[in-house]
């Protein structure tokens, strides 16, 4: 299968001229003292040199029309222009845009992502099925080098370094301190005593961590995994039951509890011209804020997981249920056969002979680690959760010195913890490098553009929320997708409330958002390539397939019963 697909691949960038097309975005331009021009570009000032009018570009249509013709590609992937605009005064005016040219090969640009999916899901193996898309996306878009042109420019980057060192270096460190000096046992022994009283109980912890947390994606995995994991295990809750209610209370309770970082980011897509409500920033935060109420997938994703937290969800799965009846009845908290992404060597480390672990150990780096990343949020507008991290692991080796366990040990204990986290490390810088890959491809693009043949209105949120779907699922990232879907289905949305004369528009354009904004969730939640996907799996414990596969049809079941709602909503707007 790999072979066919990479020979089809090859094959493929030979013979086949890509589809190239244009995103056209209006951008704000001031000027330096020196006369150079600038944008705001991610938080930070960017030249751009002189914009040059729209008619001289090689990146409009008619220009991209005529090298296609030829059978030629651009030599420019990026422009800044303007365009003369008169305003009611007679006076003239410039309005600048940032032109980016990005290539498609239609359906075939699916096949680095869908490789990979298959896959692992036939060989349960995610190294190997995550670098067979890796070398059939190089192929495609013509990279024969595939360490120097395709895995060092990605996992060289500051994401890459970022998970390293976040979650190899610094999570794996403050496991193996927690494990050594008997804190994680500690705190899974005080919960019992005070809190929970069987597995039901300890799920519901898991669940009402996931709110609080609602920081949500990769931060919320990590610090719900860690912190429930020991108390889980200690009562008998099974690994695809604690890693589902982990990932499904990290993205959707980041999108109803919006106080965090996506209001923020999601704005910068939501601009439609000529549409007073989103002219302004402040405008479209309270847009987001006002479509909450219709992200009917995370409310019903997690209503659900609540649901399953008390053992009281209706039709639960088959899977899930053999789970948790193998988990209580034998004590089996994984699968026969299945590969945890995290070691569970690490929970059998012997305490240090005369220390005597107390649950503060655990408790006051846990609240340190919330503390700066809330902290930091409220002063830097988002959280530096790196920052985070080390404070809490420095106070975690502290207390442990403190209490006479030696530098040497300390050590030795950090470097036990982040061994067991080897391996989700390498699957996430590989899922990172797929997920740009597949961006490359543009394979997000091409479903985005079949957009514009919808002929029934009503029929666009359930195409936004499925496309969308799609795309995360595809790439394993939930932010990417939205930079590719929001600003076609925010103009799409709008012009199609004009023109089929709908008596609110504005709401139309409001359950169009939310589906597509949980579609993004939806897609990257099930996604096995997915970075919150792999974290949920790797810090409770979890194999991933076992994790994915009892995740889908609960997460099915409320895309289900989000998309009567939307589509509901839209046919009654009239």
């Known amino acids: 299968m790999f072979l066919g697909t990479l020979l089809a691949a090859i094959l493929i960038s030979s013979f086949v001229d890509p589809t190239w097309i244009v995103d056209k975005v209006e951008i704000s331009v001031d000027t330096t003292d020196a006369g150079e021009c600038y944008i705001d570009f991610n938080g930070k000032n ?26 030629l590609s651009p030599q420019v992937t990026e ?24 290539r498609h090969w239609k359906y075939w640009s699916f096949l680095p992502a869908l490789i990979s999916i298959v896959l692992c899901w036939v060989t349960k193996e995610p190294i190997t099925s995550l670098l ?10 013509g990279k024969a080098n595939v360490f120097d042109e395709v895995l060092i420019p990605s996992i060289g980057t500051t994401t890459a370094a970022t998970i390293l060192i976040l979650y190899l270096w610094l999570l794996g460190g403050l496991m193996g301190i927690w494990a050594r000096t008997g804190a994680s046992r500690a705190f899974a022994d005080y919960m019992s005593s005070y809190f929970v009283r069987g597995p039901r109980t300890a799920k519901l912890v898991a669940w009402l961590l996931g709110v609080i947390f609602f920081q949500g994606g990769t931060i919320s995995a990590v610090l719900v995994g860690t912190t429930v994991k020991p108390l889980a295990d200690e009562e008998r809750v099974s690994h695809e039951e604690l890693s589902l209610i982990v990932d499904s209370t990290s ?21 439609v011209s000529g549409v007073s409500y989103l002219a302004t920033e402040s405008g479209r935060v309270a847009f987001f ?10 409310i019903f994703s997690v209503l659900f997981t609540l649901l399953l937290s008390i053992d009281r969800l209706p039709m639960t799965p088959r899977k899930l249920k053999a789970a948790r009846s193998r988990a209580r009845e034998t004590g089996q908290l994984d699968a026969p056969g299945s590969e945890p992404l995290a070691s569970s060597d690490i929970v059998d480390v012997p305490l240090p002979a005369s220390y005597a672990p ?5 408790l006051m780096p846990l609240f340190t680690l919330i503390g700066v990343a809330v902290g930091t949020y409220l002063a830097y507008g988002s959280p530096k959760v790196l920052w985070a991290f080390a404070a809490a692991l420095i106070l975690a080796s502290t207390i442990a010195w403190g209490k006479g366990m030696n530098l040497q040990e300390i050590v030795l204990a950090i470097v036990h913890g982040q061994k067991s986290l080897v391996l989700g490390s390498v699957i996430l810088l590989l899922a990172i490098t797929l997920g740009d890959l597949s961006q490359e491809v543009g394979g997000g693009r091409y479903l985005v553009a079949l957009l514009g043949d919808l002929q029934w209105y009503w029929v666009l949120p359930a195409a936004s929320f499925l496309i969308a779907v799609v795309i995360a699922f595809s790439t394993g990232t939930s932010w990417a997708t939205f930079a590719i879907t929001l600003p076609l289905v925010m103009q799409l949305s709008h012009a199609i409330s004009v023109n089929h004369c709908l008596s609110h528009p504005e709401l139309f354009v409001s359950i169009c958002f939310a589906a597509c904004l949980n579609g993004g969730v939806f897609g990257d939640q099930c996604s096995p390539i997915s970075d919150t996907t792999i974290l949920s799996a790797m810090c409770t414990g979890s194999d991933l397939m076992d994790h994915v596969t009892t995740q889908i049809p609960v997460a099915t079941m409320a895309a289900g019963l989000a998309l009567l709602c939307w589509t509901t909503i839209a046919v009654l707007i009239v």
Request: aromatic fraction near 14%; proline fraction near 5%; charge should be positive.
């Open 132 to 141: 067979a898309g890796i070398l059939v996306g190089a192929a495609l878009v």
């Open 289 to 298: 804020f006002r479509c909450i109420p219709f992200s009917f997938y995370a």
């Open 79 to 102: 422009e800044f222009v303007y365009v003369d605009n008169a305003t009611e005064g007679g006076e003239k005016s410039k309005l600048f845009y940032r032109l980016t040219a990005h």
């Open 251 to 271: 993205s959707p309770i980041a999108v109803l509890l919006a106080f965090n970082a996506w209001p923020i980011y999601v704005q910068s897509f939501l601009m």
């Open 358 to 362: 107390h649950v503060c150990d655990f």
């Open 46 to 71: 960017r030249l751009v040199g002189k914009p040059i009018p729209i008619s001289e570009s090689v990146l409009d249509v008619g220009s991209l029309q005529k090298l296609a013709a030829k059978g």
